[in-house]
């Protein structure tokens, strides 16, 4: 009995605390794609919470290896080789969980599962690679699930679809020359966005008696087969070539093609003593599936592929990803009937190759939750982790070179997070 109403009053605090750590996975990834509401025992519940991340990676040794003003954006070695390369941001979430007939259970939720936001700024010497960067993604799901009696506990089918929409732009030094003519700045920005949709599937078994619970759930890849948008070019202008041949000098449309990665994640936990329970889950990230991602002129769409290092390409978005690796473990305790927390460990493969600096994370999450009344329940957590060093250059990928612009190294840098969420049930 005693682990049957832990259950009750903790698992969504495991969810929540475990949900502070894949923030700062590799990858694109912030949020990511959570539906544990749906396993809420109440009939109906209404939950909505923030999470504020303050990743501190900090760049350093920063030396422009391409310094020509007309292809390599000017020599920038006289500039800061250090740089801050990431910014803060907060995580928005809100679902509502219905049940029917003790059987069927339903989830309608917004997330924003990825994004990512680079800003080392215009003043050190890789403003010719990045300015800054940023990714924005919003997520509209559903979720449904049947359950039945197996043996000592119960089984539970999950299927669902979500609509998710893409923006994001990118800015990069591209010609000092136009700064030393007076006829621009020299930057050059893209911007894009696009839409598409997924859809999940997947098995959980219970055991409420004791606090037992297992889910495998499978998140289809999301296909932006249509990535649209510009490239600003207004500002890189002058009297020497190639800065007054096309597209210089205006706003070209373009278009591209990438896709959001499918996932696939183990959640286990159980009682393991009187109002103690373990927790833990695995997951794995194709992250694989973003490397190069090329933009070429909307005039050359289905005359000439779209390819990346191919003869149309404008421009590109390297990101260089290989597969991420996200393993959690941990322990919550009911302290009294309104007072549980709970605390994790949390490590995650970076996916950057020598390209970037998406390195190994590691990360402690600390959370409580308070029950004033059976139908409230507020949520906080905190986190803290190590972003470990390394060091971006040169990589050559299906006989494209990447990173042969700039180079740079980083040490072992700390990560922070808040969050907070409150959930009405009835």
């Known amino acids: 009995m005693a682990a049957r109403m832990f259950s009750r009053s ?32 109440s009939s109906f519940s209404f939950q909505s919470g923030i999470l504020y991340v303050s990743p501190q990676r900090k760049l350093k040794d920063a030396r422009d290896t391409q310094p020509s003003a007309l ?49 080392p700024g215009l003043d050190w010497a890789g403003a010719n690679n990045n300015i800054e960067t940023e990714i924005k993604t919003r997520n509209y799901g559903g979720t449904c699930s049947y359950r039945f009696d197996v043996g000592p506990g119960q089984l539970r089918f999950i299927g669902g679809a979500f609509y998710q929409e893409v923006e994001g732009f990118k800015e990069r030094l591209v010609s000092t ?54 490239v600003d070019l207004t500002q890189v202008t002058g009297p020497i070539a190639p800065l007054n041949g096309a597209p210089y000098g205006r706003v070209t449309p373009v278009f591209g093609s990438a896709e959001a990665p499918d996932s696939l994640e183990l ?9 103690w329970l373990a927790f833990g889950s695995v997951k794995w990230t194709n992250w694989s599936v973003l490397q190069s991602v090329p933009f070429c002129p909307t005039s050359t769409k289905g005359v000439v592929a779209c390819t990346s290092g191919g003869a149309t390409e404008l ?54 939750a308070f029950t004033p009344t059976e139908h409230i329940e507020w949520r906080v957590a905190g986190a803290v982790g190590i972003l ?32 907070t969420s409150l959930k009405v049930k009835f």
């Open 267 to 275: 959640k286990l936990q159980s009682g393991i003593a009187p109002d």
């Open 315 to 368: 421009t590109s978005l390297d990101l260089l990803y290989r597969d991420g690796w996200t393993i959690t473990g941990g322990v919550g305790h009911k302290f009294n009937d309104q007072w549980a927390g709970a605390v994790s460990l949390t490590w995650d493969r970076g996916t950057s190759q020598g390209y970037g600096a998406q390195t190994d994370s590691w990360t402690v999450g600390v959370g409580a």
């Open 10 to 41: 903790v698992t969504s605090l495991i969810v929540f605390s475990a949900l502070a750590s894949p923030s700062f996975a590799g990858g694109l990834e912030r949020g990511g794609y959570n539906i544990d509401q749906l396993f809420d025992t």
């Open 177 to 230: 020359a136009p700064i030393a003519f007076g006829t621009g700045n020299g930057i050059g920005r893209l911007d894009l966005e696009d839409n598409g949709w997924g859809w999940r599937a997947g098995l959980a078994y219970e055991i409420p008696e004791y606090a037992m619970r297992a889910s495998l759930v499978y998140n289809s890849r999301v296909k932006y087969d249509n990535l649209t948008g510009t």
């Open 71 to 119: 292809t390599g954006g000017g020599n920038l070695n006289n500039r800061s080789s250090t740089a801050d390369e990431t910014t803060n941001y907060t995580i928005p979430y809100f679902g509502f969980k219905a049940g029917f007939a003790d059987a069927i259970d339903c989830l309608v939720d917004y997330s924003e599962p990825f994004g990512g936001h680079s800003n």
């Open 388 to 419: 470990t060093s390394g060091s971006s250059g040169v990589v050559t990928q299906n006989g494209v070179t990447f990173g042969d612009d700039v180079s740079y190294s980083f040490g072992n840098d700390l990560v922070a997070a808040l969050s």
